[in-house]
C-alpha cells in the first residue's frame, strides 16, 4: 500500500467518516492469561471513549512506508482450509460476532506474540463504501461500486500509570495520585486485507510495528503465516556488505560515491510519488554497473545476492541511502559533508601517503570561531 491508499483508510477513522461496524478486545497479563474481553457495536461506544480508539487506530496505519509500515502478500498454502488467511477470511466475513471465532483469534495472537507485560488486543471489523471518482478526481459518493470490509488488529502495551501528586480540586488540595493502568499505542497490528488501487486486495496485508528494527519476524510468521522483509537497518548494513563484498578491492571513494549519488537522484526523481523507491535483485545489479563497477566483479552477483539478502529481498531505496547525509570516517575522524557538495572531498596521495583532501574558499570555522586563516 501506498501514502494515498493508507490516508484514505485513516480517513475513516473520525467521527464524520467513521466505517467501523463493531469492535472486539481482550486484555492479557504477563502470564497470558486472558483477564476480561469485550465486544460493542462501534456506534454504541461513548464519544470520549471513540476519540481515544481512533487515536490508537490511525497510529496503527502511521509511519515510514518501508519502514514501519510494510504490505506483505500470503503465501498460496496459507489460503488452504486450516491456514492463516483462510482464517482471517472467515473471521472478517463472521463481521466478529461470532465468540468462538474471537476466542481462537486471542488464543492465536497471545501464543504469538512474545510480549512480558500486559497488553490489549483490540480488533475492528469496518465498511468502507468506496466512493468513485470524477476525471477532476473529486470524490463523488453516490457513485460507488465496492464496499471495502476490512478487520484491523493493535495490539497495545497496558502499563501502570507512574507515582506522583495531583491536585484535588474539590478539596482544593494535592495529594497522591491513583495510579491507574494505561493503555498506550500500540506495538504492533495489521490491516487485513490491503487496500490497493482504491480496492480490496485479498492476497495482501499491510503490517504495522512501531519499532522499525524490530518486526518481530515470529509473531507474523505465526499469527499470519508471512515471511517478514529485512527491517530498514538491517536492508542498510545488507547492502553495505553487497557494495564492499561485489567491489572487493575495487571498492574505492569514486565508486562508492557514484552509487550514493545515483540512489539520491532515483528517490529525488520519485519524491512526489505515493511509493516509495524499491530495488530487486536485478536493479541493485543494473545499479552498480551503472556506478563503474568492472563487469566481472558482476559475474556472480545473483549468487552473492542472494546469500547475502535472500532471493526474492527487495530493498528500500530510502533504507539503504540518506540523501540528505554524505559521511566519510575514519577511526579518528568524521566529516559530514552536504551531499550536493560531495566532490569537495578527494582522496589523494601525499607524500606517499592516502588523504582526504577538502578544499576550502571561505567561511571556515574552528569550534565556533571564524578563522581569518588555515595556518
Excluded at 472486539?24 to 497470558?32: F, L, S
Excluded at 519502514?67 to 492463516?84: D, Q, Y
Excluded at 480540586?169 to 482504491?198: K, S, T, Y
Excluded at 606517499?352 to 588555515?374: F, K, M, T, Y
Aim: proline residues 5%; charged residues 30%.
Amino acid at each position: 500500500m501506498n501514502k494515498k491508499e493508507i490516508t484514505e483508510v485513516k480517513k475513516q477513522f473520525t467521527p464524520k467518516h467513521c466505517t467501523i461496524t463493531r469492535i472486539c478486545g481482550c486484555y492479557v497479563d504477563a502470564e497470558k492469561e486472558k483477564r476480561t474481553c469485550f465486544r460493542d457495536a462501534f456506534f454504541s461506544l461513548p464519544e470520549e471513549d471513540a476519540f481515544k480508539y481512533f487515536d490508537i487506530f490511525k497510529k496503527t496505519l502511521s509511519g515510514s512506508i518501508g519502514k514501519n509500515l510494510v504490505t506483505m502478500e500470503f503465501p498460496l498454502s496459507t489460503e488452504a482450509e486450516g491456514g492463516t488467511h483462510e482464517f482471517l477470511m472467515r473471521l472478517r466475513q463472521s463481521q466478529l460476532k461470532e465468540e468462538e471465532l474471537l476466542d481462537e483469534f486471542y488464543n492465536r495472537v497471545i501464543g504469538a506474540y512474545d510480549y512480558p507485560e500486559n497488553y490489549l488486543i483490540l480488533l475492528v471489523h469496518g465498511a468502507y463504501d468506496i466512493p468513485g471518482r470524477a476525471n477532476d478526481n473529486t470524490e463523488m459518493f453516490d457513485a460507488s461500486d465496492e464496499v471495502y470490509e476490512y478487520l484491523l488488529c493493535s495490539i497495545c502495551p497496558v502499563k501502570l500509570s507512574k507515582p506522583g501528586l495531583s491536585y484535588n480540586a474539590q478539596d482544593n488540595c494535592f495529594q497522591n495520585r491513583i495510579r491507574d493502568w494505561i493503555v498506550e499505542m500500540p506495538q504492533v497490528g495489521f490491516l487485513f486485507p490491503a487496500f490497493h488501487d482504491r480496492s480490496t486486495d485479498l492476497h495482501s496485508a499491510l503490517y504495522y510495528s512501531a519499532n522499525a528494527a524490530d518486526l518481530h519476524p515470529d509473531f507474523t510468521e505465526l499469527l499470519l503465516g508471512l515471511k517478514t522483509p529485512l527491517p530498514a537497518v538491517s536492508q542498510r548494513e545488507v547492502f553495505q556488505t553487497l557494495v564492499e563484498d561485489t567491489l572487493g578491492a575495487d571498492c574505492g571513494y569514486e565508486t562508492v560515491m557514484t552509487i550514493h549519488e545515483k540512489l539520491s537522484e532515483m528517490i529525488e526523481e520519485h519524491k512526489e510519488d505515493p511509493a516509495p523507491v524499491t530495488l530487486c535483485q536485478g536493479d541493485v545489479k543494473r545499479l552498480f554497473f551503472e556506478s563503474g563497477v568492472p563487469k566481472e566483479r558482476l559475474e556472480d552477483f545473483e549468487q552473492h545476492y542472494e546469500e547475502t539478502a535472500g532471493e526474492d529481498a527487495v530493498l528500500v531505496a530510502a533504507n539503504v541511502v540518506n540523501p540528505r547525509r554524505f559521511e566519510v570516517k575514519t577511526p579518528d575522524v568524521v566529516i559530514q559533508v552536504n551531499p550536493e557538495r560531495a566532490q569537495l572531498v578527494e582522496t589523494r596521495m601525499i607524500e606517499g601517503r592516502r588523504c582526504l583532501v577538502i578544499a576550502v574558499d571561505e567561511n571556515v570555522q574552528l569550534n565556533g570561531v571564524n578563522l581569518r586563516s588555515l595556518e
